[in-house]
């Protein structure tokens, strides 16, 4: 049985080019939450891992979440201030701005994915929900398999689609 979840995500020009920006709170320290989206055993928990060395400015990185055949991709990573500020890029073009920032009791997460294909958001939005809901739940010390996608997608698609609508 589904349970179909509200989307939070909101459109943001940023830099010249729209955004697809959510936010999630945690009672979490910023080096809590920093730790969860950039060491690879806290990252796998929720997404995925990855490998390498950060210091050239590129990790591969892959997702865990999504099935054994997934094959891991190179991330660069443009902005890495700890424990505030992470952008990277991924192999398909996908550019991605993570910022913490203390709100008490603890940190906001704001996330935001620079959008090239307005289209594509109709699923990428609800993949999005997903990944963080499952990082909420990891952060709380939960069972991130009892998130499932089925809550997403297809329901939050047209929210989406109509979020990036020329």
């Not at 950039?38 to 929720?46: D, G, K, N, S, V």
């Not at 993949?127 to 009892?146: H, Q, S």
């Amino acid at each position: 049985m589904s349970t179909a979840r509200t989307p939070t995500g909101r459109r943001e020009p940023r830099g010249g080019a729209d955004a697809l920006v959510l936010e999630r709170a945690f009672p979490d320290a910023a080096e809590t939450v920093w730790a969860a989206i950039t060491e690879p055993a806290r990252l796998e928990r929720w997404i995925g891992t990855w490998s390498g060395d950060p210091a050239t400015g590129t990790v591969d990185f892959a997702m865990t979440a999504e099935g054994d055949d997934v094959a891991a991709e190179p991330v660069e990573v443009s902005v890495c201030e700890t424990p505030s500020r992470l952008a990277v890029s991924l192999g398909e073009g996908w550019r991605l701005e993570l910022t913490l920032a203390a709100a008490a009791p603890g940190t906001v997460l704001t996330f935001a994915h620079l959008v090239d294909d307005p289209d594509a958001m109709a699923d990428v939005g609800p993949g999005w929900e997903y990944y963080l809901d499952r990082l909420t739940v990891a952060l709380a010390g939960g069972e991130v398999a009892d998130i499932r996608f089925a809550d997403y997608h297809p329901a939050q698609c047209d929210y989406y689609r109509e979020l990036f609508a020329s």
